[in-house]
């Protein structure tokens, strides 16, 4: 598979899990979803991943309130 072909297969990859993390109203960017699956791919544990997520949002909404 040639990088530019590789790319775009990528491209597509994150289009689709974006439209299902609106679909389940995830709230997360495109930029953010493109770190957090990074951050999977590389061995982060997803479910501490999940965890610390939350844990910022609601720190945030803490912050703002």
Request: overall charge negative; aromatic content about 4%; proline content about 2%.
């Amino acid at each position: 598979m040639t990088d530019t072909l590789a790319v775009h297969h990528a491209r597509e990859t994150l289009d689709i899990a974006f439209e299902i993390s609106k679909l389940l109203d995830c709230g997360l960017d495109k930029e953010s979803l493109a770190i957090l699956v990074s951050l999977c791919e590389n061995g982060v544990n997803p479910e501490a991943l999940a965890t610390v997520v939350q844990e910022l949002r609601r720190e945030a909404t803490t912050l703002w309130n």
